[in-house]
């Protein structure tokens, strides 16, 4: 069994300024950019959920996916909190700052996190 540490990464979905196909592709990018630029193992339920829908996980409304996402916060190392236009807004984001904040786990907020480039132009990968 592998012993996995990850940390929960909370993005906005609802009020997001776009598609929620945008969004899940936000969070997506998000969730690659922190495992390459923070080092930390993540967990997106937006990059996680958004496909379950799409394939007919019926979408419930947000009591639950509050209570779909409990679990994963509980057992995550802590949260990483992007913060994109939108998220101060986002009750799910305050929901989940509130049951880390609850938790005393510690809570990390980044402006959203970019792809780095080379001199060249290239991506530079950091794995």
Known sequence: MYDFDYWYMATVYTQFPGTKEEAYKFACEQ???????????????IAHSHGLVKFGLP????DFWMAFDRPFMANAEGLLVIQSEGWEKSLGINHE????YGLGKPIEY???????????????RRW
């Open 97 to 100: 700052i509130g049951f880390f």
């Open 110 to 124: 980044h402006k959203p996190l970019r792809l780095t480039r080379t001199k060249n132009g290239k991506r530079k």
């Open 59 to 62: 979408a419930t409304g947000q």
């Open 31 to 45: 969730a690659v950019l922190a495992r390459q630029q923070l080092d930390r193992n993540i967990f997106s339920p």
